[in-house]
């Protein structure tokens, strides 16, 4: 554990990027205390682990505010007056009972088990995901991290001034369309036109350069669309080599606060007839954040 001037301390979650927080707490953090040590840790490190941590759907929403905009991907079914809420992340349906392992459901939970970024097919994508446990499984369901922003210092030089150069185009039905063409046919994965991104984003604050690729990556300008496919596999098997994970293992009450401007995510399988809950709120990436840089200069 590395001690700050201010009682907070950190331990290393990998050796290259990650930290596990100890003395603060984000219920403090949500009513007002603290958010700039924690965003500056957000910034150097990517990626926190908070464990233990008792917040309520208030708190979590109110912890998420101070990130910027909440992420509402429902804002054009909702009636009028009505906010956006937690969202979770879970197999258990309405009724109590478990989705079943070939529905619908499922398969779009299984979407999540490809390496990818949260949002990159929305018009703005998100800066951070901030994710509780609340029911966890007795094994499988880790949530794995891959820096992208350590993966692209480690690149040969060579592919790193291609990246630099390239524009990725995303679209949510892609990443379906992985898992199922059923899946991928549904409304909900087409309500966003693509969106192209910048393949490379430097940190606005520290200069620090890091991947911008998605699982919802279908395409790459100026590339056939098969070549390109090629490009984007290198490139994803390169940023989420063993060396550049981070494996968690949820117990209730852990946070994962991650940056998704330098980290890749994804989910990995449970036993089925097990229930997993994690409570999750996207907040929007703000031009402060650097949205600006992520556009491509020219349109295609
Ligand atoms: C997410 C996500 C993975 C998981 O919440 O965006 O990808 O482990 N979750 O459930
Ligand atoms: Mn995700």
């Not at 403090?28 to 924690?38: M, N």
């Not at 509780?132 to 007795?138: D, G, K, M, P, S």
């Not at 592919?159 to 063409?181: C, D, G, N, T, W």
Request: glycine share 6%; net charge negative.
């Amino acid at each position: 554990m590395v001690d700050g001037a201010s009682g907070v301390r950190t331990r290393p979650l990998n050796p290259h990027f990650g930290v596990e927080v100890e003395g603060l707490k984000l219920s403090d953090v949500a009513s007002g205390s603290g958010y700039e040590e924690l965003r500056g840790l957000f910034e150097e490190h990517s990626a926190l682990l908070f464990r233990a941590q008792d917040i309520t759907d208030e708190q979590h929403l109110a912890l998420a505010r101070r990130f910027g905009v909440i992420e509402d991907r429902k804002a054009d079914e909702r009636k009028p007056g009505e906010t956006v809420g937690v969202s979770h992340v879970t197999n258990v349906q309405e009724d109590g009972s478990l989705s079943g392992e070939m529905d619908l459901h499922t398969l779009h939970l299984k979407a999540n088990f490809l390496w990818h970024i949260d949002s990159t097919f929305l018009p703005s994508p998100a800066l951070t995901n901030i994710l509780i446990a609340r029911v966890v499984t007795t094994s499988g369901g880790a949530t794995e991290l891959a820096s992208t922003r350590a993966a692209f210092a480690a690149m040969p030089e060579t592919m790193r001034e291609r990246l630099r150069k390239a524009v990725f185009r995303h679209h949510y039905s892609h990443s379906r369309a992985q898992i199922s063409p059923e899946l991928a046919k549904l409304p909900m994965f087409h309500k966003w036109p693509e969106q192209r991104w910048r393949a490379v984003v430097a940190n606005p604050l520290n200069g620090a350069e890091a991947i911008y690729v998605a699982s919802h990556v279908w395409s790459v300008e100026g590339m056939e669309e098969a070549e390109g496919r090629r490009f984007v596999r290198e490139v994803l098997e390169f940023c989420t080599q063993p060396r550049f994970v981070y494996s968690h293992n949820w117990t209730p009450g852990d946070v994962l606060i991650w940056d998704q401007r330098a980290v890749l995510h994804r989910g990995t399988p449970w036993p089925w007839a097990e229930p997993r809950k994690l409570a999750s709120l996207c907040v929007t990436m703000s031009e402060a954040d650097g949205l600006a840089a992520l556009r491509p200069a020219l349109a295609a």
